[in-house]
């Protein structure tokens, strides 16, 4: 993945403030984050697993940035945790990225 793409994609994750929208419930921005990821995924999962996997990391700290915003609180991050471990295929990078630290 070049460096380009790479900027391309994260300044486009930027630019959908995920952080900032929570008046929207987790699966809204399920819905959509989705599609650009399944995006990345296909266009760029074949040769470049490791970059995918530091884009999900990405995704991963606005989502915890999100929960933290939206339900003031600590015990939003084992919320987080939880509907990870229950609902591994509500985001696409889910499915593919298991990481050994996750939400802590």
């Excluded at 380009?4 to 929570?22: D, G, H, Q, V, Y």
């Excluded at 419930?25 to 819905?31: G, L, Q």
């Excluded at 470049?48 to 995704?59: G, H, P, Q, R, T």
């Excluded at 919320?79 to 990078?93: I, K, P, S």
């Amino acid at each position: 993945m070049g460096k380009k793409a790479k900027k391309r994609f994260t300044e486009k994750l930027r630019l959908l403030k995920i952080n900032r929208i929570t008046n929207r419930s987790i699966t809204e921005i399920a819905e959509i984050l989705n599609p650009i990821l399944r995006g990345m995924k296909n266009y760029f999962g074949a040769y470049y697993k490791s970059e995918l996997s530091k884009i999900a990391s990405f995704v991963n700290f606005k989502l915890k940035k999100w929960a933290l915003r939206k339900y003031k609180s600590r015990r939003a991050l084992k919320w987080l945790q939880r509907m990870y471990l229950q609902n591994r295929d509500m985001f696409e990078h889910w499915k593919w990225y298991k990481p050994t630290y996750f939400f802590g």
